[in-house]
């Protein structure tokens, strides 16, 4: 069974403070990506990492690709209100179809004001 | 609109009733996904299609439920004899050429 787990499955803090969301497989991806769902919406794609080490930023963001391909990280600096939200990563495994995404659970994050 | 639209947003029906949840994907996008989302949880996988063919249907609970994309755009997952286990959020997302699937906003389906 290919899992990804998602750690913490809830975090509320306060406006300002720096958080760090885990993803992690025992199984090796060939593409990780993260999307962010709000209430009533469905999931909107934030970023995709490919390389293995590969890290990639959007504006306060930081995703990062572990070296092997099993596990990834969303860090976020000085978090904002607005970043409240459903966070899931979602994979494609390296030796499966080339379509099927496997889900994390999600980290439900709050950020207070 | 140039993104993934689903209909109805909500749908309530009574048990045993059949009700049918459309998918618009985006225009030109091959591939098609409906995923089940518990509350709180990541999207469980349902079905693919590419283009009008239905690649993979493994994830679908049971017989009761069947989707289809006749003409390789719109797409409809249709649950039969519902049950209060079936609800939840619906999710359709339509993918192009590479890996990113892009998802429409769900229907919420409570079956009292």
Redesign the interface.
């Known amino acids: 069974t290919q899992l990804l787990e998602q750690s913490p499955q809830f975090l509320s803090i306060q406006e300002g403070e720096n958080l760090t969301v885990y993803c992690n497989s025992s199984s090796v991806f060939?593409?990780l990506?993260w999307?962010r769902q709000e209430p009533?919406?469905?999931?909107?794609?934030l970023v995709?990492v490919v390389t293995g080490g590969e890290v990639k930023k959007l504006k306060r963001l930081t995703f990062q690709f572990g070296d092997a391909r099993k596990d990834s990280s969303l860090h976020i600096t000085a978090a904002q209100p607005g970043d409240t939200g459903?966070y899931?990563c979602?994979g494609?495994p390296q030796k499966d179809?080339?379509?099927?995404?496997i889900?994390?659970?999600?980290t439900?994050l709050i950020i207070k004001p | 609109g140039a993104g993934v639209s689903q209909s109805p947003r909500y749908k309530v029906a009574k048990r045993g009733q059949d009700v049918a949840l459309r998918c618009d994907p985006i225009s030109g996008h091959v591939s098609l996904f409906w995923y089940q989302q518990a509350l709180g949880q990541g999207p469980e996988f349902l079905t693919y299609f590419q283009n009008e063919a239905q690649l993979d249907k493994s994830g679908l609970p049971s017989d009761r439920f069947f989707a289809e994309r006749p003409e390789g755009s719109v797409s409809t997952l249709k649950i039969q004899r519902t049950q209060q286990e079936d609800s939840a959020v619906y999710l359709c997302a339509s993918g192009g050429t590479t890996d990113t699937q892009y998802f429409g906003p769900g229907t919420r389906l409570t079956v009292l």
């Open positions: 060939s593409s990506q999307y009533g919406e469905g999931p909107v794609l995709t459903l899931l979602a494609v179809s080339n379509y099927q995404l889900w994390g659970a999600g439900k």
